[in-house]
């Protein structure tokens, strides 16, 4: 059974920095890409990055382009989000995301791409 546990949520005050994991298991971690995406309340969900199965290739939408940086250790199976300068706007509940492939997609900002889902951690920014 494919599983996908995230930690690392919390609040946080506004400039801070918080680093989320993902952790994977029941399937062969280094195969896959995999991303991240947040829900506010509200509001559907955005893609916030994405990172190939051997962690050469990275996207970010361009509200955290320059704040987040996505890393990846396939010997842990954990993909890790650093979110550093962080804003009210960054409250969220943060999702992991596996693909289907090794590659993100050109559009792998879209939720109906992915089928398996981590249950989410809450991050809240304080301002």
């Known amino acids: 059974e494919v599983q996908l546990v995230e930690s690392g949520g919390g609040l946080v005050q506004a400039g801070g920095s918080l680093r989320l994991s993902c952790a994977g298991s029941g399937f062969t971690f280094g195969n896959y890409a995999i991303g991240w995406f947040r829900q506010a309340p509200g509001k559907e969900r955005e893609g916030v990055s994405c990172?190939?199965?051997?962690?050469?290739?990275?996207d970010y939408s361009d509200s955290v382009k320059g704040r987040f940086t996505i890393s990846r250790d396939n010997v842990a199976s954990t993909v890790y989000l650093q979110m550093n300068s962080l804003k009210p706007e960054d409250t969220a509940v943060y999702y992991c995301v596996r693909t289907v492939l090794g590659a993100c997609r050109t559009n792998w900002y879209r939720a109906d791409l992915y089928e398996y889902w981590g249950q989410g951690t809450q991050v809240t920014v304080s301002s």
């Open positions: 990172i190939n199965s051997r962690a050469s290739i990275t």
